[in-house]
């Protein structure tokens, strides 16, 4: 066995070798479930580690799914799911972000502005949350609110000054 296979605990743990492989094949439900029914046989480290990489592949897992979500705009699904992987990683930006994407499409504004709140405490650069808030503001009818977010947005990401916003 490799090195790296030691490091990342594969042929350590049957049932986590199993989860990375329908994980790698793209079958995250079955992954999530796989994933989950891994306990640690002991309390010694490398069973930490390998319980630690199952609860990052499950909340990966449910990303995964989110995003197909949101592709197919299943907007209720995609909330669900990165509901799911936020439980696991709270402070995550970009889950935060895809979060509100879901809940703004599927016409939850405030909620979507409180996700992408969470999303740019996390990370006060992230002009793409930014954006995507004061649209949400704008359509909320928090005009000025709103116009703010967008000119932080457009500030921190010098691309999105274009006619469309100017």
Request: glycine fraction near 6%; aromatic fraction near 12%; hydrophobic fraction near 40%.
């Amino acid at each position: 066995m490799s090195l790296l296979s030691k490091v990342w605990s594969l042929g350590r743990n049957e049932q986590y070798d199993r989860a990375l492989k329908l994980f790698d094949q793209g079958s995250y439900e079955d992954a999530i479930s796989a994933f989950e029914g891994i306990h640690p046989a002991s309390q010694n480290r490398k069973d930490v580690f390998t319980e630690r990489l199952s609860h990052f592949y499950i909340a990966e897992s449910y990303s995964q799914l989110g995003q197909r979500a949101l592709q197919c705009k299943q907007w209720a699904k995609a909330e669900d799911c990165y509901r799911k992987a936020l439980a696991i990683y709270p402070h995550y930006a970009d889950l935060n972000y895809n979060l509100a994407v879901a809940l703004r499409n599927g016409g939850k504004h405030s909620e979507a502005v409180d996700a992408l709140m969470m999303a740019t405490a996390i990370n006060p650069n992230y002009a793409k949350a930014y954006l995507l808030q004061g649209i949400a503001l704008y359509e909320m009818g928090e005009y000025e609110k709103g116009i703010e977010q967008v000119k932080t947005a457009l500030g921190l990401e010098p691309a999105f000054q274009n006619e469309l916003f100017l």
